[in-house]
């Protein structure tokens, strides 16, 4: 990506954006476009990325069972370490970010090179509206899980599309040992406020299903949607045909009932 340029995905009407590049005008003209358009995706900064690939990573542990509140720098990240064993590993693994307000946040899962202290870059969630809190999330189940990315806000248009942005997770669990994750803070300007929780999916064995046949029945309708766009498209085109000949057809018999009303009314005895 050129600096300052904003590449818009043809499909998905996504912007891509590195913030790092990005002058006082750009970024305020991409964190307007965010406010009133649609979220913008960002590339992960430069220096996050080499921080991480030099080692130079300060991580944090977070116990299962505990949440850390905190404050990161825009382009910045804190991270942390997450330590299970085989039966938690087993149970399932869920780790959490939340904030408040519009702040936004990525959270990264990194894995550490065996050869060095270097890690490297395995997945990572942008926050998202969810119940009108910022959150994003990693659910490592068993069985593949799936993300949600954001669409374009314009109906119809926006509905068919709006299970586009489902696509499955890259890791869907782990071994025992310890896992890395960070915070990223991806407000245009100001730190972002956050809270990481980690938890054993233990309790959750009930939500753990739910979620795996919600998440199956939304695959199936994404298809259906897709037959139905068709379906909905050819009766609109036919809608707007007949629309767009009721004024005319209702000019042309106002018309004849005119001619018809002016013959009419010429009955009558002339005055000699």
């Known amino acids: ?5 904003m590449a818009i995905d043809a499909e998905r ?5 590195d913030l790092s590049k990005l002058g006082a005008v750009h970024t305020m003209f991409a964190a307007l476009f965010c406010k009133l358009v649609a979220p913008i995706k960002t590339i992960i900064s430069r220096n996050v990325l080499e921080e991480t690939q030099d080692g130079n990573a300060a991580v944090r542990p977070l116990p299962l069972g505990t949440s850390v ?10 991270y942390f370490g997450v330590t299970i064993n085989e039966q938690q590993a087993k149970l399932g693994i869920v780790v959490r970010v939340t904030s408040f307000g519009r702040n936004r946040f990525k959270l990264l899962y990194l894995e550490q090179d065996a050869n060095n202290a270097a890690y490297h870059l395995v997945s990572q969630e942008d926050s998202k509206m969810i119940c009108n809190v910022p959150s994003a999330g990693m659910y490592f189940l068993h069985f593949q899980v799936y993300r949600m990315d ?3 806000n314009a109906a119809p248009a926006a509905f068919f599309k709006s299970l586009e942005g489902v ?8 071994k025992a040992g310890t896992h890395i994750f960070a915070v990223y803070g991806d407000n245009f300007y100001k730190k972002t406020p956050y809270k990481i929780e980690a938890l054993c999916a233990e309790s959750s064995n009930d939500k753990a299903h739910r979620l795996r046949e919600v998440e ?7 298809d259906e949607l897709h037959e139905f766009e068709t379906q909905f498209r050819e009766a609109l085109a036919d809608f707007q045909e007949v629309t ?3 004024p005319l057809e209702k000019q042309s018999v106002d018309e004849l009932l ?8 010429s009955y009558t005895v002339r005055n000699n």
């Open 1 to 5: 990506m050129k600096t300052d340029d």
């Open 258 to 265: 005119k001619q018809r009303d002016n013959i009419y009314s």
């Open 69 to 78: 509140s905190g404050k990161v720098k825009k382009q910045c990240a804190h």
């Open 13 to 17: 009407k996504d912007i891509e954006v």
């Open 150 to 152: 954001s669409t374009l």
């Open 167 to 174: 696509h499955p997770c890259e890791v869907s669990q782990l």
């Open 216 to 222: 199956a029945q939304i695959l199936k309708k994404r």
């Open 244 to 246: 767009n000949r009721y």
